[in-house]
Nanobody, 124 residues
Framework: QVQLVESGGGLVQAGGSLRLVCTASGLTSSIHAMGWFRRTPGTDREFVATMAWGGTTSYYPDSVKGRFTISRDNAKSTAFLQMNSLKHEDTAVYYC?????????????????WGQGTQVTVSS
């Protein structure tokens, strides 16, 4: 089993930056992909970023491409989401997710493990 804990959320003005941190514990050697999603009230989780745990290629939807960057520190079993040029519409609860199979995953149901989420609020 893998446990995930997000941190780094908060309140920021539009145009500002935040860095989210996802710390994994448990059977971290089983992790082969990490992702970030977000959800606003009344909606499904929206894909934000993903990367393979052993690779360098990352993927983003157009809504965040060029502003958000996913990265990881394998030695510390930690993933990051650097968010720059934040917009009001980026306001959401952000979740990190992990998958124990090799591949690139964009869909919520493809991930095995989830954190509890961290709130990001961008004031306009």
């Amino acid at each position: 089993q893998v446990q995930l804990v997000e941190s780094g959320g908060g309140l920021v003005q539009a145009g500002g930056s935040l860095r989210l941190v996802c710390t994994a514990s448990g059977l971290t050697s089983s992790i082969h992909a990490m992702g970030w999603f977000r959800r606003t009230p009344g909606t499904d989780r929206e894909f934000v970023a993903t990367m393979a745990w052993g690779g360098t290629t990352s993927y983003y939807p157009d809504s965040v491409k060029g502003r958000f960057t996913i990265s990881r520190d394998n030695a510390k079993s930690t993933a990051f989401l650097q968010m720059n040029s934040l917009k009001h519409e980026d306001t959401a609860v952000y979740y990190c997710a992990a998958q124990d199979s090799v591949g690139i995953y964009y869909r919520e149901h493809e991930y095995n493990y989830w954190g509890q989420g961290t709130q990001v609020t961008v004031s306009s």
